[in-house]
């Protein structure tokens, strides 16, 4: 099942992201993590997509939509923190939280969709394209203003 998270998957999607990024950083206390859930919750310019398998979240993404005065003042997405637990891989389900998030965006009116990806390797890249991206249509540039992103 394909749906958007709500406020009690929180735990799970936290869980989820173990398998992210291994070695992130330490979340703050829970009331600010809790905090912060809430209002990423009630922005309507938000959506976190997650796959269950009997009841369990294994595959995830969050869609950010952006108000744009350009384009017809169409909003564009941006797609980050795609996270499949490694047991549910290579199973479509990635691939699934991926078209959902495109098919919000296109439903919100969203002129284009960008996804970046830290991976180097040709199976990663061509995930993304199976999805639906396009890996030389842009180039993209990346400032690193607190020093701490690789």
Avoid at 87 to 97: I, T
Avoid at 116 to 132: H, N, P, Q, V, W
Wanted: aromatic letters at 8%; proline letters at 5%; hydrophobic letters at 35%.
């Amino acid at each position: 099942m394909i749906r958007e998270l709500k406020e009690s998957d929180l735990s799970v999607l936290l869980d989820l992201y173990r398998h992210l990024h291994p070695s992130d950083d330490p979340l703050p206390n829970q009331d600010i993590v809790d905090r912060l859930w809430a209002t990423i919750l009630q922005n309507p310019n938000l959506r976190y997509i997650g796959a269950f398998v009997d009841d369990t979240l294994v595959s995830s993404c969050t869609l950010s939509v952006t108000p744009n005065l350009t384009r017809g003042c169409r909003p564009y997405g941006v797609i980050e923190n795609v996270v499949t637990h490694p047991r549910f891989r290579r199973q479509e389900l990635g691939k699934a939280v991926l078209q959902q998030a495109l098919a919000d965006a296109r439903f919100m009116g969203c002129y284009k969709v960008m996804l970046l990806t830290g991976r180097k390797d040709e199976e990663t890249y061509k995930f993304y394209e199976s999805a639906g991206f396009n890996r030389d249509s842009k180039q993209a540039f990346l400032a690193n203003p607190l020093g701490t992103l690789t």
